[in-house]
């Protein structure tokens, strides 16, 4: 089954203890995302990658960090988590640029405290 | 700079009636315009999309957007409303060229389908 997959589903954490939230596409997708979905905003794009280290900037990506050494994963890092960065993300793979479908893991709901 | 607007973060609608999500995008190059929807607990999941050619586009689970360029607009439709089809709605806008690539999204539309 085509699927992205992001670990955890779920975690609650505290200010400045770095964390890695893992993202893998089985789809041999080139481009890879992550979006971060927070009320009233709709969702932001964070980082991305367009192919094995290629990454850039996104709208929102002060304070996280990303790498893509492997085409089927693209982790998400936070190496000093803030209460600020407390949101929802998704992890979003496809195949090609504009106008093709991305296809999003389940979420990743994270708590800063 | 390419953008979209949903009108109305929440929409009530009784089973069996109409649905219909506003959706108004700005491009200066033809766009390629997406409806996603996301159930509780769950990612988004591509309802339907335009690129070129027909502005009508139907998708999954009887729901339908019609492109109208001189109006801007992608609304979103579906005849008569399910309950399972309660939900949040999010307009979408692809930009990308570049060092670019990423979905530019709307604040999203929650539907609530009333008994």
């Known amino acids: 089954e085509a699927q992205v997959t992001q670990n955890p589903r779920y975690l609650i954490t505290v200010t400045g203890k770095k964390l890695t939230v893992t993202c893998s596409q089985n789809?041999?997708?080139?481009?890879m995302s992550w979006y971060r979905q927070d009320p009233g905003l709709g969702l932001r794009q964070i980082y991305y990658?367009?192919?094995?280290?290629?990454?850039d900037k996104g709208d929102v990506p002060e304070g996280y960090k990303v790498s893509r050494k492997e085409k089927r994963n693209f982790p998400l890092i936070l190496e000093s988590p803030s209460p600020n960065q407390t949101s929802l993300y998704f992890c979003?793979?496809?195949?090609?640029?504009?106008?093709?479908?991305?296809?999003f893991g389940q979420g990743t709901r994270l708590t800063v405290v | 700079a390419q953008s979209v607007t949903q009108l109305g973060s929440h929409v009530s609608v009784s089973e069996g009636a109409l649905v219909l999500l506003r959706c108004n995008y700005s491009?200066?190059?033809?766009?390629?315009l997406f409806w996603y929807v996301q159930y509780p607990n769950q990612g988004l999941q591509l309802l339907l999309k335009?690129?070129?050619?027909?502005?009508l586009v139907k998708g999954i689970n009887g729901f339908e957007a019609e492109f109208k360029k001189s109006e801007t607009s992608f609304h979103l439709t579906k005849p008569s409303a399910h309950m399972s089809d309660a939900a949040e709605y999010f307009c979408?806008?692809?930009?990308?060229?570049?060092?670019?690539?990423?979905?530019?999204f709307g604040t999203g539309t929650l539907l609530a389908v009333q008994p």
């Open positions: 979003a793979s496809s195949r090609d640029r504009g106008n093709t479908e991305a296809f």
């Open positions: 789809m041999n997708h080139e481009y």
């Open positions: 990658s367009m192919n094995v280290e290629v990454t």
């Open positions: 491009s200066s190059v033809p766009p390629y």
């Open positions: 335009y690129t070129t050619g027909a502005t």
């Open positions: 979408a806008v692809s930009v990308y060229g570049g060092a670019t690539n990423k979905l530019i």
